[in-house]
């Protein structure tokens, strides 16, 4: 009954490959978000889609792209991994005005 | 461009310690406040929040945080600190209207016991 769950916690893999994270939502949100954190802890926002629409869309290279296939869901598919791309990348969902964000539990991605 | 600044980026403190964490944003308008922690491993969850009202907010495990508008800040405080508290704690604001919010860089806090 998670309420935001990320799939897989744990990715590992080359550098070159194509990877996709998962993310879905059982609070009746209209809000996604992806985020990016970095191991100096610094969040960093990529994405947001508001239902199933794209209304955030930061300075992420191109190799980075969300679908949002219903307001539920929102996954995150990578291209051509780099080394760089090594970090916890967190889903979130926020309902309304309000704008009260709640985070999965992250996924571990690290590239060698 | 709305930032948000969080000015300790470390702190250590021993348990029974009392804990302030400063937390600036740049927005003249309507913000919402928040604070967000994240222990050990876990993901980030909602301390407490402000939108309107009462300045002084309460949120769980005992902490507060007070927003002053002439001071454009949402200091987070608990009286008393546990080593349950060691965390990495994120300020962050919501400005305007839109769905966005600006974080902090976020403070690492260690609570030795």
């Known amino acids: 009954d998670t309420a935001v769950s990320q799939t897989p916690k744990y990715l590992v893999t080359q550098m070159g490959n194509d990877k996709s994270i998962k993310c879905e939502q059982n609070?009746?949100?209209?809000?996604m978000y992806w985020y990016k954190q970095d191991s100096k802890k610094f969040l960093k926002i990529m994405f947001s889609?508001?239902?199933?629409?794209?209304?955030i869309n930061e300075t992420v290279p191109n190799r980075f792209s969300p679908k949002s296939p219903d307001k539920a869901h929102l996954n995150l598919h990578i291209n051509s991994l780099e080394l760089g791309d090594s970090a916890v990348y967190f889903c979130?969902?926020?309902?309304?005005?309000?704008?009260?964000?709640?985070f999965g539990a992250g996924t571990r991605l690290s590239v060698l | 461009a709305q930032s948000v600044s969080q000015h300790n980026h470390h702190v250590i403190l021993s348990e029974a310690a009392s804990l302030e964490l400063g937390c600036n944003y740049s927005?003249?308008?309507?913000?919402?406040l928040f604070w967000y922690v994240q222990y050990p491993g876990q993901h980030l969850q909602l301390l407490l929040k402000?939108?309107?009202?009462d300045p002084l907010v309460k949120g769980i495990k005992g902490f507060e945080a007070e927003f002053i508008k002439s001071k454009f800040s949402f200091n987070l405080r608990k009286p008393s600190v546990q080593w349950s508290d060691t965390a990495e704690y994120f300020c962050?604001?919501?400005?305007?209207?839109?769905?966005?919010?600006?974080w902090g860089l976020g403070t690492s806090l260690a609570v030795n016991p």
């Open positions: 402000y939108f309107s009202g």
């Open positions: 979130a969902s926020s309902h309304g005005s309000t704008n009260i964000q709640y």
């Open positions: 927005y003249g308008g309507t913000v919402n």
């Open positions: 962050a604001v919501n400005a305007g209207n839109n769905r966005k919010l600006i």
């Open positions: 609070l009746g949100h209209d809000t």
């Open positions: 889609y508001n239902n199933k629409e794209l209304i």
